[in-house]
C-alpha cells in the first residue's frame, strides 16, 4: 500500500532500492523514508537509537513552511498548518538536530524521514550529538531577508519563516 509523503500534500512515497535495502522517496520533495531498522542496514551511518531519545523531547515541524510546532499544539501557530506524521503509522514526527543535518523521527515505531541530500550528509557520522529542534543552542548570525543586512538577535523581526530589520519589517 503506498504511504503519504509526511511533507508534500496529495503525493504518495514510491520504493526506491538504495544500494541492497528498498526505501520510500517521494517523487515531488525527494526526501526518503526509512522503516525501522532499514537505515541500520548501512553501516557508514548513524542507527536509530541514536535519535530516540532526541526525538521524544522534539517538537514536531509544519508541513506547509517547516516552522516547529510544540509538542502539545494541533497546529503550527504562525501559519496553522498541521505538523509533519509518520507515513507508517500516522504518530508525529519529531524534528531532531544532528551534526550532519536535520532529520525527522518517528518516536512510536521508530522511522526515519531525510529530507532530500539528507542521507549523503548523513554518511560517515559517528557521533551523531542529536539534540531536539529548538533547544538553546547559540543563535546563528541572522541577515534581513528582504534587505541582507546583518541583525543581532534582539533586532530581528520573524514573519512566515522568514528574518527581517526594522526597516524592512512588514
Not at 535519535?51 to 516547529?68: T, V
Not at 505538523?83 to 524534528?95: D, E, I, K, M, T
Not at 542529536?130 to 534587505?147: E, L, N, T, Y
Request: glycine content about 8%; proline content about 9%.
Amino acid at each position: 500500500m503506498a504511504r503519504p509523503c509526511p511533507l508534500c500534500e496529495n503525493e504518495l512515497l514510491r520504493p526506491l532500492r538504495v544500494s541492497h535495502v528498498k526505501v520510500d522517496t517521494c517523487p515531488s520533495c525527494h526526501g526518503l523514508w526509512f522503516d525501522r531498522g532499514e537505515l541500520e542496514r548501512f553501516p557508514d551511518r548513524p542507527p536509530v537509537r541514536t535519535f530516540l531519545a532526541a526525538a521524544r523531547q522534539a517538537p514536531s515541524r509544519c508541513r506547509k513552511r517547516g516552522h516547529l510546532v510544540a509538542r502539545e499544539q494541533a497546529t503550527c501557530a504562525t501559519c496553522r498548518s498541521e505538523p509533519v506524521s509518520c507515513p507508517s503509522c500516522g504518530s508525529r514526527l519529531a524534528r531532531v538536530l544532528t551534526s550532519a543535518c536535520p532529520i525527522d523521527v518517528c518516536p512510536r515505531c521508530e522511522g526515519i524521514w531525510l529530507d532530500a541530500g539528507g542521507f549523503e550528509l548523513m554518511e560517515g557520522v559517528t557521533s551523531p550529538q542529536a539534540r531536539p529542534a529548538g533547544g538553546a543552542v547559540a543563535a546563528a548570525p541572522q541577515k534581513c531577508s528582504a534587505c541582507g543586512v546583518g541583525l543581532l538577535l534582539r533586532d530581528a523581526f520573524a514573519y512566515e519563516g522568514d528574518v527581517y530589520c526594522a526597516r524592512c519589517r512588514t
